[in-house]
């Protein structure tokens, strides 16, 4: 299995910075995709940002210019720098990876892992 603890929320006013970072691990195989996902109160989760193993990336609209998702694929952790944060950034952010972990008899598997989620409070 694959366990994903994320660090980094918190706390901040409008205009300020947070850095989360999201540690994988376990039986870990490969990852390809790692990214962030926020769920605000009453709406569904949505996609943030997301990198592949190979660094491209993808970003939603309301983050372009303001976030940066990186990865470092040594340490299996993927980072998002949110800079230039608004009150509509308030939210759980989640981590996912795609990965493929091993299994007993040497066979291995997908599987999309999701960390607890770490909650983002932007202040206006």
């Known amino acids: 299995q694959v366990q994903l603890v994320e660090s980094g929320g918190g706390l901040v006013q409008a205009g300020g910075s947070l850095r989360l970072s999201c540690a994988a691990s376990g039986s870990i195989f490969s990852i390809n995709a790692m990214g962030w996902y926020r769920q605000a109160p009453g709406t569904q989760r949505e996609l943030v940002a997301t990198?592949?193993?190979?660094?491209?990336?993808n970003y939603a609209d309301s983050v372009k210019g303001r976030f940066t998702v990186s990865r470092d694929n040594a340490k299996n952790t993927v980072y998002l720098q949110m800079n230039s944060l608004k009150p509509e950034d308030t939210a759980v952010y989640y981590c996912?990876?795609?990965?493929?972990?091993?299994?007993?008899?040497?066979?291995?598997?997908?599987?999309?892992?999701w960390g607890q989620g770490t909650l983002v409070t932007v202040s206006s």
């Open positions: 990198i592949t193993s190979g660094g491209s990336t």
């Open positions: 996912n990876a795609e990965a493929v972990v091993y299994l007993p008899g040497g066979t291995n598997r997908p599987l999309d892992a």
